[in-house]
């Protein structure tokens, strides 16, 4: 159900082209350090290996701190814990981010998603109405999404704020539909590069702007604030529905 382009690098440089890379402690471009932040170029920790709970889903942990590469971009103590749960039908990942250090710190996070689509002009992404966004394709502020379902043929960045905790994508594979549901993340970003953005990017190859959609949740319009010892916790869920 994920996309993973087919000139993806795996070189811990710049993240990967698909699947689903986490963006902290900055999302966008960042003066002090990578686009999107360090998270997603990070060499992460297995905490606990994937195995069955007592509900028979697959639970894995995985765990980043902050190491001497971290603290000389970013001089903050934190420790990052993802809980990733597999069911059948069902993808959930859970963050907590720790504040470990003795010094307040402020971030900005984001799951970035990248959805794998047969067709992206003919997939719809719902739940969006009436929320405010800012295009970054244009740089203006939109007071309202109009639209109740929003269909994508032309290149998209959009940054929606205080988005409901239920979106849907359809015209996934094989006819699906994936709900996804986000908690303590108030945001969203819609994003396809079509044509020109594909052919700037050495990672993603030119023809394959129509097989990916990226709906990303997260916390990005106004950062999080967190004290010492604090504790943030924001999960997404997504859900695949299978045509009858
Ligand atoms: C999105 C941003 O989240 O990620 C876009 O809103 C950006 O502006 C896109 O182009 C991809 O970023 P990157 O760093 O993976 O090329």
Not at 56 to 63: F, K, M, P, S, T
Not at 121 to 126: D, E, G, N, Q, Y
Request: some cysteine.
């Amino acid at each position: 159900m994920l996309f993973l382009s087919k000139n993806a690098l795996f070189d811990n440089k710049k993240g990967i082209r698909g699947g689903i890379p986490i963006v902290f402690p900055h999302f966008g471009p960042w003066p002090i350090g990578p686009q999107h932040g360090f998270a997603r170029i990070q060499m992460w920790e297995v905490e606990q290996l994937p195995s069955v709970d007592v509900s028979g889903n697959v639970v894995a942990i995985i765990a980043l701190v902050d190491n001497a590469e971290t603290r000389k971009i970013w001089d903050f103590k934190f420790k990052l814990r993802m809980t990733l749960t597999l069911l059948k039908c069902c993808f959930s990942m859970d963050l907590h981010v720790t504040n470990t250090g003795d010094a307040e710190f402020n971030f900005t996070t984001l799951i970035h998603t990248y959805f794998r689509l047969p067709d992206v002009t003919k997939s719809r992404v719902l739940g969006l109405t009436g929320c405010k966004y800012f295009d970054k394709t244009t740089g203006q502020d939109i007071q309202s999404e109009t639209r109740e379902q929003l269909s994508v043929d032309r290149n998209i960045d959009n940054i929606y704020a205080n988005v409901p905790d239920e979106l849907t994508l359809t015209g996934g594979p094989a006819g699906r539909t994936i709900k996804i549901t986000k908690k303590g993340f108030p945001d969203t970003v819609v994003w396809n590069p079509w044509v020109d953005g594909a052919q700037k990017m050495a990672d993603f190859g030119d023809d394959e702007y129509p097989l990916m959609l990226c709906v990303e949740v997260g916390h990005v319009v106004k950062k999080v604030s967190l004290a010492p010892a604090q504790e943030f916790h924001a999960s997404q869920t997504l859900q695949i529905q299978c045509p009858e």
